[in-house]
């Protein structure tokens, strides 16, 4: 984990909107995750009708989410899901694939895709990340905050 985030900046979120695909499993932990980047999002001036939320089945499910959301418009997409360690390795092939799509999506689009997937070797670390003292949801919005004026300003630019 990295101990130097960088500083989060003053952004009016009011002019944008952003689309949230959330996973289905782990629902106490995405929720957590979810009502963390809708917090950070509302504090920015998002206002929830510029907000898009839609679930999917598990995490695997995202980027395709993604990519439907990136097709209508928004800003910025999120992509929300928990992937914990079981018996085998399968999350950790989940976890690459979800974040190659996920970046597949931001380049084909040309939206930013946040990968708001936690992967956690146990509950524990999970809940710590989100609903507990590491607020990765706020960091989500942050990023997504960032990305969105980011992707204005270079669109502002070029006209």
């Known amino acids: 984990m990295s101990r130097h985030t960088p500083a989060p900046l003053a ?12 996973a289905r499993f782990n629902p106490e932990l995405v929720d957590g995750l979810l009502a963390r980047v809708d917090r950070g999002l509302r504090a920015a001036g998002v206002r929830a009708k510029r907000l898009e939320l839609v679930r999917v089945p598990g995490s695997h499910e995202l980027p395709v989410a993604a990519h439907w959301l990136a097709a209508r418009g928004h800003d910025c ?24 799509a996920l970046q597949q999506v931001a380049l084909t689009r040309g939206v ?12 524990k670390q999970a809940a710590d990340r989100c609903t507990g003292r590491i607020d990765r949801g706020a960091e989500f919005a942050r990023a997504a ?12 630019r070029r006209r």
Do not use: Y
Not at 11 to 22: E, L, N, Q, R
Not at 83 to 93: A, C, D, P, Q, Y
Not at 145 to 156: F, G, P, T, V
């Open 77 to 100: 997409v999120i992509a929300l899901g928990v992937l914990l360690k079981g018996g085998t390795s399968h999350h950790e092939v989940v976890a690459q694939g979800v974040t190659h």
């Open 145 to 156: 905050l960032e990305m969105a004026a980011l992707k204005r300003r270079l669109e502002a």
């Open 112 to 123: 930013a895709v946040i990968n708001g997937v936690v992967v956690a070797e146990t509950w």
């Open 11 to 22: 952004i009016d979120g009011a002019p944008f909107s952003f689309g949230i695909a959330c």
